[in-house]
């Protein structure tokens, strides 16, 4: 197993990045496994709100920041001094790309709203993430993750049929909105590597979720109404069998997922070949789609005794042998420790300053061969000295004057 | 509102698209929706798999296959005639980007697989999504999203606490698949534009789930087991209140999202507020984050009573303008009737050669003060003149003869 120690495929790209928690820090998170220089801009005081928030020790970075932080770099900047602000402005000029996902009206309050940080750099790739978006009604309302789901239409289609909505385990309005803007970055960064031309680019959480939601959508036009909540199951609904069942020994994860197509019999025959139950696909009640989807019931019951012999492991191997499709439900403690995931290099190690050795998921797409090498998150501050000199040829006495001064 | 007729952020990027259903097609879309030339490959009988499988009316496109194809081309093209295989070589060497998603082992029996393409276009970002990875114990296994959500740990954390593992209602493995590797092309693409070198990508479903649960592997390092279901609550817990408020009349939706930090007491203080309960605010159940866990039920039941009085629009504007992080759990049929996701753009309507005017989410990042005008799907085969003629130069007698030989 090869992993590549860096893909470097945006070797040069400079990011400034003003952004906290993580829908924002999961988009330039992805931006650094890429390859980008990112370095994050955080308070003196305590940096990102997420870095010691849930650390179960105090001044330790948490493991929900270092989740989002791998691979960038930590410079210290004290936003209410104008000679914190005034850095900030020295150092999006030799920026491709700033980013921020502040409360509403923060950056316009601290003088680095887009208009601002134009007057800088014409041609800078301005990204702002917000719960609500610029004239919406809610423009200026809070917003977290499950507040973003909520209000973009996921919590609506998620839960038991009968039961309340339920929120998805995912931090899609997080992350998901978090991957919409890296995309839009990397588009405007083509064009920027092309042209010189830079970009306002704004997104709002609740706007996010209606890509991931667009299936719900098809059925809204279909059905002329919502899409309900299905459980396990699928709202689009008529696959039989489809779902989970009920697998040794147990335990609450214990299941395997099998789907079968309605296009035509073929699932459903290999599986009553596998249940050794031949006499099923001459069966009146499961002869074509449609029948088997109104005997559904009568299927998900033949089904789940035979899953019921098996773990989900055996389960999910035999069904997947014949030829249909099939998942047991893996629980995060089993795919952390699943040798399968560890050997191909999804989850691998960074090697933290003060945490030491520290394993989490990598990059999951498989560049040339091999994954990204996990790098550390950095500490706060980390990367003060470099940054500056770097960046734009600060002396050391220069920094340590802005050190004395309380903007770094 | 203005909206941004094209973005061409990727002008002069083609694309060779030869996916189906949903994880590849609603990857290629962000590309062809950021200005490339997206040419869809599809097999002359029936074409993409999800073209018609789903439409209400025979041999019209399924609003499935409009809502993860708008804006690209379509070519019909025989993959089991010579002829036709020869085409796709032809083909990608005029490509910057070739992407399939067939089932495994397919695009190696027709000769199409990363090596063959590669001798034909040495510079080319050759892309796979597959269901499991190769080299996993199930890499010949089958899949769709509900396997990729179920085998990549997503169902083990939704669902209520004391019930089973339920699906999300979104799509994640399919579209949140194709994001991830929207963003490793765009990478890809910045450096092929800088040094021509192309680049082999593959991603899996069941890795790509990680991206997106790496909450709850923090939740596994902070407490050494897997993180549970918490139905519409956090399995992070620790903040009360949390979670949905009923509201009026008493729907499957009418709830509010409200949520409240554990930094402090000014989110309970400014709720306490609201209520006219501003004796609750020196109440010692719940002088603090840990006493107000400690009294969540009391907490949600004072909290439910003032929102059961309220419609849940009416619950969110009180809740979220006095400071408090909230949202209206939306259905999906209220988004789309949204007067403030329609003016802004959010949904626009695709001018589609058969199905008329139709109506769907855009693109929801805000690209210089605009969304991307909606562009059509394509109609199966609808773009094999102009894309053989100004690809590769063919003569409409040679376009002929392929079509008299069935090759497209």
Not at 213 to 240: E, H, M, Q, S
Not at 273 to 297: H, M, Q, T, V, Y
Request: hydrophobic share 35%; proline share 5%; with cysteine.
């Amino acid at each position: 197993m090869t992993f590549n120690h860096k893909t470097n495929m945006l070797a040069g790209v400079r990011v400034l990045d003003m952004t906290q928690f993580e829908a924002g820090p999961s988009c330039t998170e992805t931006l650094a496994w890429l390859g980008a220089e990112v370095v994050k801009l955080e308070n003196p005081k305590g940096g990102d709100a997420g870095r010691y928030a849930t650390s179960e020790k105090d001044g330790i970075d948490s493991f929900y920041f270092m989740q989002f932080n791998s691979g960038k770099k930590s410079i210290t900047c004290n936003l209410k001094s104008p000679e914190g602000v005034a850095l900030v402005k020295k150092l999006v000029r030799e920026a491709n790309v700033f980013i921020e996902n502040f409360a509403p009206g923060v950056v316009k309050r601290m003088g680095l709203d887009f208009e601002s940080i134009k007057k800088e750099n014409p041609n800078i790739i301005y990204a702002s993430v917000k719960g609500f978006a610029e004239g919406s009604p809610y423009e200026n309302f809070l917003s977290f993750d499950m507040i973003g789901q909520s209000a973009g239409g996921v919590l609506s289609i998620t839960g038991e049929p009968d039961g309340q909505p339920c929120k998805p385990g995912v931090t899609l309005a997080d992350t998901g909105t978090g991957m919409l803007m890296s995309i839009t970055i990397l588009g405007a960064l083509y064009r920027q590597q092309a042209t010189g031309q830079g970009e306002h680019l704004q997104l709002a959480m609740q706007d996010a979720m209606t890509q991931y939601t667009r299936l719900a959508y098809a059925y809204r036009d279909l059905n002329g109404k919502a899409a309900p909540r299905a459980g396990a199951k699928l709202f689009t609904t008529g696959n039989a069998p489809t779902g989970i069942f009920p697998c040794k020994p147990g335990g609450k994860n214990d299941y395997v997922y099998i789907y079968t197509t309605r296009a035509g019999n073929h699932h459903w025959e290999r599986l009553c070949k596998l249940l050794d139950r031949e006499e099923l696909i001459d069966d009146p009640r499961f002869s074509g789609p449609k029948e088997r989807a109104k005997n559904e019931a009568v299927i998900d019951n033949i089904l789940a005794e035979f899953t019921k012999k098996h773990t989900k492991r055996e389960a999910m191997k035999l069904v997947g042998e014949c030829g249909v499709p099939c998942g047991a439900v893996l629980d995060v403690a089993e795919l952390y420790d699943d040798e399968d995931l560890n050997s191909r290099g999804i989850f691998q190690n960074m090697d933290h300053p003060e945490r030491g050795s520290y394993k989490m998921p990598t990059w999951p797409v498989k560049v040339d061969g091999g994954h990204l090498s996990l790098p550390a998150s950095p500490l706060l501050g980390e990367h003060v000295d470099s940054v500056l000199s770097e960046w734009i040829g600060m002396s050391p006495e220069e920094i340590e004057k802005l050190r004395k001064d309380g903007a770094v």
